[in-house]
């Protein structure tokens, strides 16, 4: 039989809904997430057309300023894929500048599964990346008027000194894969966050900008900014990687701490926070 009675500890009530996140902050989250599914794939594209990366104002065969380089070379082995970083060399074949079926490989930068169009389509590309990449400039800007006027930017993204000298344990609780699911941002968010949107994407957007001819005749001072075109096109796809490692690790702390809960959240505004701790729990914490 099974044992009841007065040893056997009361279930924990579940946590408030509270609600978290605006109309505005959900659907400046989700364009972001639509124009970043389509601009990466296209980019990808755009950069197989050349897939090196230079520092400087000048580019081409005549130059040794190349900080990457994804190409296919001949081996006594055969055609092998090959990156080059900063000079050195790693062998890469299967996935970069070598890679397909393997009775017929295909010399290109990223493999076909990875861009948008699969197949090569330079045109195809720039048409997809131009147009989302304008969509997600205008979110920004719309994020950050509206995110002023709202008090969101100032309440929930800017660090506090609070924060700050929080950071250290929160830092310790993710790493412990331990979540406190409270109705405001945790110091580590508030850090990251404000630098994807303060840092990375405006970035994204002035770096693209400065790769178009037109907006170099319309502002030239962006060439003196990031160095020349080609300096801006490698911060660009810099940029670009740092965005995609946070909405991996994103993805990743939305399934540790529980997608439902989370997506819920982001799609409705209310979000479940812990339940309050115990009476005595509280006690046995001040104590210590």
């Given amino acids: 039989m099974p044992l009841t009675g007065s040893l056997s500890p009361a279930p924990r009530q579940p946590g408030p809904l509270v609600r978290r996140h605006a109309l505005w902050t959900r659907a400046t989250h989700w364009s972001w997430a ?19 990366l230079y520092w400087g104002q000048e580019s081409g065969f005549g130059y040794d300023n190349a900080v990457l380089r994804i190409m296919a070379v001949e081996t006594p082995a055969g055609l092998r894929g090959r990156t080059e970083i900063l000079g050195h060399g790693f062998d890469t074949t299967g996935l970069l500048g070598l890679s397909g079926p393997a009775e017929r490989p295909q010399s290109r930068g ?53 924060d700050l000298r929080a950071l250290p344990a929160d830092i310790a609780s993710h790493a ?3 979540f406190h699911r409270a109705a405001e941002y945790g110091a580590l968010q508030k850090l990251s966050y404000g630098a994807v949107l303060g840092i990375v994407l405006p970035v994204i957007v002035l770096t693209g900008l400065t790769m178009s001819p ?7 001072w962006l060439l003196d900014l990031f160095g020349g075109r080609q300096s801006a096109r490698t911060l660009h796809f810099v940029a670009a990687f740092l965005l995609l490692a946070f909405l991996a690790v994103h993805l990743l702390m939305v399934l ?11 799609i409705t505004g209310w979000y479940r926070t812990d339940p309050p701790a115990p009476a005595a729990m509280k006690g046995r914490d001040h104590d210590r």
């Fill in 176 to 178: 412990r894969l331990r």
């Fill in 214 to 220: 037109t907006m170099n005749a319309a502002w030239p």
């Fill in 256 to 266: 540790l701490a529980g997608p439902l809960n989370e997506l819920r959240a982001m």
């Fill in 34 to 52: 639509l124009c970043i599914a389509f601009l990466v794939p296209s980019g990808l594209q755009i950069f197989n057309a050349h897939p090196v």
């Fill in 110 to 162: 990223f493999p076909a599964w990875s861009t948008l169009p699969s197949y090569r389509d330079l045109g195809t590309g720039r048409v997809i990346h131009f147009f989302f990449a304008w969509l997600l400039a205008a979110t920004l800007a719309l994020w950050f008027l509206g995110s002023l006027l709202n008090g969101h930017l100032r309440r929930d993204i800017l660090p506090r000194p609070r």
